[in-house]
C-alpha cells in the first residue's frame, strides 16, 4: 500500500514547473483536435492528456499559487499597497480577503442570473432558465453571508456562523433538485447549446480555472477557516461545477454533431456526477451543523 502511495505522489503529485509545461500543452493540444472537429488517434491522445493536466492542476494548484505569489509581492505596486493598512490588511489576511471577495462574488451571481435570463428569453432556452433559477438561489446564498459579515467579524459567533452555514445546505439540497430537474430534461430532450466563435475556449480556460481555485480553497478553508467562510467556498464550488456542466454541454453541441448517444452519455455521466458531489456537500454541511450546534447547547446546558 505505502508503494502505491509513492508511485501515486510521483504521477500525480508534480512540483509546481512540471504541472505548468504539461497542463500548458496539453490544453493547447485538446483545443487543436477539437477545432478540427474530426475523430482519430490524436483526438483520443489529447482528452486523456487534458484529463491527466486537470488532475495535476487540481493537486498542484496551491503550491503554483504560492510559488507565484511569492513573486507577486515583489511588485512595486504590491509593495506601495502593501504600505497602506486596508492593503496590507487585504494581501496579508486571507479571512478578510475572502470577505471582500463575497461581495464581488454575489455582484457577479446577481449579474450571470440577468445574462441567462434574458437569454433564456431570447432563445426560448429551459438551460438557460433554469441556470438563471440556479444563479439566483447562489445569489440568495451569498446574500445571506454578505449580510452576516456586514453584522459580525468572522469567528466572533460561532453559533451564529452555524446556523448560517446549515441554511446554505439546505439551499443545496434545492438547488441540486433543480440541477437533476435540467439535466434529466437535457437528456430526454437531446437539448444542448453553443457559444459563438471561438468565445468557447475562453470559457474553457475560465472554467478549468474557477474550477480549480474552488477545489483548493473548499480544501484550505475547511481546516483554517470558519463555517462562513467554508460556506463561502462551497458556493464558488457549486458554481465552478454548473459551469463544468454548462461548458461541456455547450462543446458536445458545437463539436458532437450526429453523436448523440455519446452525448447522452457524456452528460449523464459527468451531470450526475456533479450532483452527487453537490448532494453530498449539503448533507455534510448540515449534519456537520446540526451535530455541532448540539453540542454546544449540550456544553452550555
Not at 134 to 150: D, E, N, Q, T
Not at 201 to 212: G, K, N, R, S
Not at 229 to 252: D, H, P, Q, R, Y
Request: include cysteine.
Amino acid at each position: 500500500m505505502q508503494r502505491l502511495k509513492t508511485i501515486l505522489k510521483k504521477v500525480f503529485f508534480l512540483p509546481p514547473a512540471p504541472t505548468v509545461l504539461i497542463a500548458v500543452p496539453s490544453f493547447i493540444f485538446v483545443f487543436i483536435m477539437l477545432s478540427r472537429e474530426e475523430e482519430s488517434v490524436l483526438s483520443y491522445v489529447a482528452y486523456l492528456a487534458s484529463a491527466y493536466a486537470m488532475i495535476l492542476l487540481a493537486t498542484g494548484m496551491g503550491s503554483i499559487i504560492q510559488v507565484a505569489r511569492g513573486g507577486f509581492q515583489h511588485f512595486p505596486l504590491v509593495r506601495k499597497i502593501k504600505a497602506t493598512s486596508w492593503g496590507s490588511r487585504l494581501l496579508g489576511d486571507s479571512l478578510f480577503r475572502s470577505a471582500v471577495t463575497l461581495h464581488g462574488g454575489l455582484a457577479v451571481n446577481l449579474l450571470y442570473t440577468i445574462l441567462n435570463f434574458f437569454s433564456g428569453v431570447r432563445y426560448r432556452s429551459t438551460w438557460f432558465m433554469a441556470l438563471a433559477f440556479y444563479y439566483v438561489l447562489l445569489s440568495v446564498m451569498r446574500a445571506i453571508l454578505v449580510r452576516y459579515v456586514h453584522c459580525k467579524s468572522i469567528g466572533e459567533d460561532m453559533e451564529a456562523e452555524l446556523r448560517h452555514y446549515r441554511i446554505c445546505g439546505v439551499m443545496l439540497l434545492v438547488m441540486n433538485q433543480a440541477l437533476v430537474g435540467v439535466i434529466v430534461y437535457m437528456l430526454t430532450q437531446n437539448r444542448g447549446f453553443s457559444y459563438p466563435g471561438y468565445l468557447i475556449y475562453a470559457m474553457a480556460l475560465y472554467t478549468f480555472y474557477i474550477t480549480i481555485i474552488a477545489i483548493v480553497n473548499v480544501i484550505r478553508f475547511r481546516k483554517q477557516g470558519g463555517p462562513v467562510m467554508s460556506a463561502a467556498k462551497v458556493i464558488n464550488l457549486t458554481a465552478a461545477l454548473v459551469s463544468m456542466i454548462s461548458l461541456e454541454t455547450a462543446m458536445l453541441a458545437q463539436f458532437g454533431e450526429g453523436e448523440a448517444a455519446f452525448r447522452q452519455t457524456m452528460l449523464g455521466a459527468s451531470g450526475g456526477a456533479v450532483c452527487v458531489i453537490v448532494l453530498t456537500m449539503a448533507i455534510y454541511m448540515i449534519v456537520s451543523a446540526t451535530k455541532r450546534l448540539r453540542f454546544m447547547n449540550q456544553r452550555e446546558g
